[in-house]
């Protein structure tokens, strides 16, 4: 499971001097162990954009592998099936935040690579559900990423809450258990999905992924962030090949698709839920109109950069207006 967003909350009565950043550099190792070593099952809560949600969760690790089952308590039914980060099988719709691109595998956290774009400090001691935490802040060093809050348990490293605010302090996201149980390891039945679940079946054309990876790059990308992974696979509507290519700084992430538009006539667009965003722009390149889309938990602005960014190798690619 992936250490949800945040930043640094006032917690009354809670703020100390920070500590030095080697101390908060080994609480996320520690926090990189934990979620690839340690088992549990729980529930949690999930806010976002004002909305809240419930879900339990079952992490077993095994035999090398991470198997992980969520599944939403409340409103409209909602399941997620992962093995070592990939998604197997959802239900319902897939809440931004929960659910990772289905060919896109889990990576180890990196402190020493982070704090190259974060400021990273212990900044004071919590209790989340009945349990004992140590408080890790990351302030990024720049305006093109979020900064987070992690609530680190004591006693197995693993995140008990999380917060993550914009540069205004404004909280954006919150991830937080109710429940946990490290002692009992979930067991098969736990972990089977529902007959609902449906499996995620995306066949991607590594030949095209290539292909995209060598035709297409991003003039500027924000400091840290480097491309982690391709795909590509046709659109089951448009009948399109889209083309995607994801990028992170080893926390934040974003992706950036890539759709041909055949003469469809569509409009430029920017929306924002809570932490994520979406930036639409049309590039023109010498194949034709290109549909651009940047989809990920950073500022809007950023994300509106990295699209008007995006160039073709092949050719002069200009945004159109």
Excluded at 14 to 38: C, K, M, N, S
Excluded at 172 to 180: N, P, Y
Excluded at 191 to 209: G, H, Q, T, V
Aim: hydrophobic residues 35%.
């Amino acid at each position: 499971m992936r250490a949800i967003p945040l930043l640094s909350l006032l917690l009354s009565g809670w703020f100390i001097v920070p500590a030095h950043a080697d101390e908060a550099q080994d609480w996320l190792t520690r926090l990189g162990q934990a979620e690839q070593q340690q088992s549990f099952h729980g529930t949690f809560v999930y806010e976002r954009n004002g909305s809240f949600s419930t879900h339990n969760i079952w992490h077993r690790v095994q035999n090398g592998q991470v198997r992980e089952r969520l599944l939403q308590l409340d409103g409209s039914a909602q399941e997620v099936v992962r093995i070592d980060g990939r998604t197997q099988c959802v239900s319902g719709t897939l809440i931004a935040g929960l659910g990772d691109s289905p060919n896109a595998a889990a990576r180890a956290l990196d402190p020493k690579k982070l704090k190259n774009w974060y400021d990273l400090a212990v900044i004071g001691k919590s209790r989340v559900a009945g349990r004992d935490a140590v408080i890790v802040s990351l302030t990024p060093r720049d305006q093109h990423r979020y900064g987070f809050e992690l609530h680190l348990d004591k006693k197995t490293g693993l995140p008990l809450k999380s917060l993550l605010l914009n540069d205004k302090g404004q909280l954006l996201e919150r991830f937080q258990f109710t429940s946990l149980d490290t002692d009992e390891i979930p067991s098969d039945k736990d972990l089977l999905a529902d007959p609902d679940c449906k499996p995620i079946n995306i066949a991607s054309d590594k030949a095209s992924a290539a292909k995209t990876v060598q035709n297409w790059r991003s003039d500027w990308l924000p400091p840290g962030f480097e491309l982690t992974s391709s795909s590509s696979h046709k659109d089951a509507q448009t009948k399109t090949q889209v083309s995607s290519l994801m990028y992170d700084d080893g926390l934040a992430r974003f992706s950036v698709f890539l759709e041909p538009l055949n003469g469809a006539t569509v409009t430029d667009t920017r929306t924002q839920l809570g932490p994520t965003v979406a930036v639409s722009r049309r590039l023109t390149t010498p194949q034709g109109e290109i549909m651009v889309t940047v989809v990920g938990e950073i500022p809007i602005g950023t994300a509106e950069r990295i699209a008007l960014s995006m160039r073709n190798n092949d050719g002069a690619a200009t945004s159109k207006q």
